[in-house]
């Protein structure tokens, strides 16, 4: 098993710019989520998702959009970057918040 | 105020020292609650996990919830120098966002001398 996989490991992006940070897991896990990390703030959830088809917003979801058409992936669109979603970003999947979330490598994300 | 409040440190402990960290809440229905791990720019592990409250020990890490003074902690003995990581607490429940929402508090960066 490759657990949670994230791709790219880093990336730099001009303001305004769009991208899709990929996400992939082959445990069969039903819940997915997206997580960003920034200095002296923990872990905030932005999306997550308990089944294809299906997601929901989480603490910090303004300017970022997801999709569930797989149970594998979970990909993670920000649509027009802004400097303040500079981070960490970090997917995880579980069979539920209940159990153990399996978190990927993360992708370190910079927006000049 | 954040639901979740957790002293980010850093603490410095000798070799062989126990380290106690700790998490405050304020959401009473949290039931589920989770210490993580996370080595320098690498992905969080789970490292505890409690239901509801009460103790649970698991080799030299033993987590202890206390929910009427909503107060959790992470007791680390014969601390090692592999021990040195930011540690997170991490808990959820019913209410608002219900049980698909973990929250996270910010982490206790934690550095073992040897």
């Known amino acids: 098993n490759a657990g949670v996989t994230q791709t790219p490991k880093f990336q730099v992006l001009k303001t305004g710019q769009s991208m899709t940070l990929q996400c992939a897991q082959d445990m069969n896990h039903e819940y997915m989520s997206w997580y960003r990390q920034d200095p002296g703030m923990g872990l905030r959830l932005i999306h997550y998702?308990?089944?294809?088809?299906?997601?929901d917003q989480g603490e910090v979801p303004n300017g970022y959009n997801v999709s569930r058409s797989t149970t594998e992936d979970f990909p993670l669109r920000l649509l027009s970057a802004a400097p303040s979603q500079t981070s960490v970003y970090f997917c995880?999947?579980?069979?539920?918040?209940?159990?153990?979330?399996?978190f990927g490598p993360g992708t370190r994300l910079t927006v000049t | 105020q954040k639901e979740v409040e957790q002293d980010p440190g850093p603490l410095s402990v000798p070799e062989g020292a126990i380290v106690s960290l700790n998490c405050t809440y304020s959401n009473s229905a949290f039931q589920y609650f989770m210490w993580y791990r996370q080595y320098s720019r690498k992905g969080p592990e789970l490292l505890m996990y409690?239901?509801?409250?009460g103790n649970k020990e698991d080799g030299r890490f033993t987590a202890q919830v206390d929910k009427s003074s909503k107060y959790i902690s992470l007791f680390i003995r014969d601390s090692q120098p592999s021990d040195s990581a930011t540690y997170l607490c991490?808990?959820?429940?019913?209410?608002?966002?219900?049980?698909?929402?973990?929250?996270f508090g910010a982490g206790t960066r934690l550095a073992v001398h040897p």
């Open positions: 409690t239901y509801s409250s």
């Open positions: 991490a808990m959820s429940g019913s209410g608002s966002g219900g049980y698909n929402k973990l929250i």
């Open positions: 995880a999947s579980s069979y539920s918040t209940q159990y153990e979330q399996y």
């Open positions: 998702s308990v089944g294809a088809g299906i997601t």
